[in-house]
């Protein structure tokens, strides 16, 4: 701990700004960007970096695609992230993938875990989506789960489907992680009538195949 110059009260180190907060007033800070339900990247504050990610989502955005949450547990607790990059790799193996950000704070939970359950929402569960990307609340506060039958991952009531996994590889891809899973098991939910459509996400907006 660095010694508190002279002239400067002793409680000063408890009071002064975080780093963080000088760094923005200073200019070219980092800032969030969501690029994702629930997925904030660092993008520098200058206009030119701002328009570029801008741009970025935008584009991507014309990728329509389904929304998951990615659970597991963390002791007793259980741990949830919304996640709308989502894709399927091998049959044989069975592999898929999801690809959580750097920023991610769920992700460290998982990885530690080394185990992970897919669900993949229903068109009736945007609140859920909403729920597991929000930061500093209890995120499965009013959602009932029961555990996914090969890793004890929760699995969510009324999702359309689920698949249980164990972490297969992880690499590096920017400011992502690109998270490869075997699937130890799974498990489709077309039993309950009210869960028949998915909830799609599309140029910032939710969606399903509902006309």
Same mark, same amino acid.
């Given at each position: 701990?660095? %010694?508190?110059?002279?002239?400067?009260?002793?409680?000063?180190? %408890?009071?002064?700004?975080?780093?963080?907060?000088?760094?923005?007033?200073?200019?070219?800070?980092?800032?969030?960007?969501?690029?994702?339900? /629930?997925?904030?990247?660092?993008?520098?504050?200058?206009?030119?970096? +701002?328009?570029?990610?801008?741009?970025?989502?935008?584009?991507?955005?014309?990728?329509?695609? $389904?929304? @998951?949450?990615?659970?597991?547990?963390? /002791?007793?607790?259980?741990?949830?992230? @919304?996640? +709308?990059?989502?894709?399927?790799?091998?049959?044989?193996?069975?592999?898929?993938?999801?690809?959580?950000?750097?920023?991610?704070?769920?992700?460290?939970?998982?990885?530690?875990?080394?185990?992970?359950?897919?669900n993949v929402l229903a068109a009736d569960q945007?609140?859920?989506? /909403? +729920?597991?990307? @929000?930061?500093?609340?209890?995120?499965?506060? $009013?959602?009932?789960?029961?555990?996914?039958?090969? @890793?004890?991952?929760?699995?969510?009531?009324?999702?359309?489907?689920?698949?249980?996994?164990?972490?297969?590889?992880? !690499?590096?891809?920017?400011d992502h992680f690109i998270v490869v899973g075997?699937?130890?098991?799974?498990?489709?939910?077309?039993?309950?009538?009210?869960?028949?459509?998915?909830?799609? !996400?599309?140029?910032?907006? !939710?969606?399903?195949?509902?006309?």
């Amino acid at each position: 701990m660095s %010694e508190i110059p002279e002239g400067i009260s002793p409680d000063a180190r %408890e009071t002064w700004p975080h780093p963080e907060l000088i760094q923005s007033w200073l200019g070219d800070a980092e800032v969030d960007f969501e690029l994702r339900p /629930g997925e904030e990247v660092a993008v520098h504050d200058d206009p030119e970096a +701002q328009a570029a990610a801008r741009r970025f989502r935008d584009t991507l955005g014309c990728f329509a695609s $389904g929304i @998951t949450v990615i659970t597991t547990m963390s /002791g007793d607790e259980p741990v949830g992230m @919304t996640c +709308q990059s989502f894709a399927s790799v091998s049959l044989d193996p069975p592999l898929i993938t999801f690809i959580p950000a750097r920023s991610s704070r769920a992700w460290p939970a998982i990885q530690r875990s080394g185990r992970f359950c897919v669900n993949v929402l229903a068109a009736d569960q945007e609140h859920v989506s /909403g +729920q597991m990307a @929000t930061k500093g609340i209890d995120k499965f506060a $009013g959602i009932d789960w029961t555990p996914a039958r090969a @890793t004890g991952s929760p699995v969510l009531a009324g999702a359309l489907a689920h698949l249980d996994c164990t972490i297969h590889a992880v !690499y590096e891809g920017g400011d992502h992680f690109i998270v490869v899973g075997k699937v130890e098991h799974l498990e489709a939910h077309p039993e309950d009538a009210a869960v028949a459509e998915p909830l799609l !996400y599309f140029k910032g907006r !939710y969606r399903t195949t509902d006309a």
